[in-house]
């Protein structure tokens, strides 16, 4: 199972950006390059729902609320996954965590704050 850690969370104002990145402690550069990662967040009483995955080959998927304001991308040689947000509405407030598929398993992380607020 892989280890996921995520950093880069924080305190944005309305309009703001932040860039979301998740270390993944695989095996090797090969297997990390067959996981599908995905960002996936959490709002207070509100279900996890998905952000954005990327397949090891880099295709890309966006929930509607987000796209054309967030971009998923992912480094296979240093084993990484990033998002970044760009346009934060006080609505994307919520903690965010990085998950990683593959052969029909997955992993998450720990998870990061993002507090959208003026």
């Known amino acids: 199972q892989v280890q996921l850690v995520e950093s880069g969370g924080g305190l944005v104002q309305p309009g703001g950006s932040l860039r979301l990145s998740c270390a993944a402690s695989?095996?090797?550069?090969?297997?990390?390059?067959?996981?599908?990662m995905g960002w996936y967040r959490q709002a207070p009483g509100k279900q996890r729902d998905m952000v954005a995955t990327?397949?090891?080959?880099?295709?890309?998927n966006y929930a509607d609320s987000v796209k054309d304001r967030f971009t998923i991308s992912r480094d296979n040689a240093e084993k990484a996954v990033y998002l970044q947000m760009n346009s934060l509405k006080p609505e994307d407030t919520a903690v965010y965590y990085c998950r990683a598929d593959v052969f029909g398993r997955s992993s998450w992380g720990q998870g990061t704050q993002v507090t959208v607020s003026s």
């Open positions: 695989a095996a090797s550069r090969r297997i990390f390059s067959l996981y599908t």
């Open positions: 990327i397949t090891g080959s880099g295709s890309a």
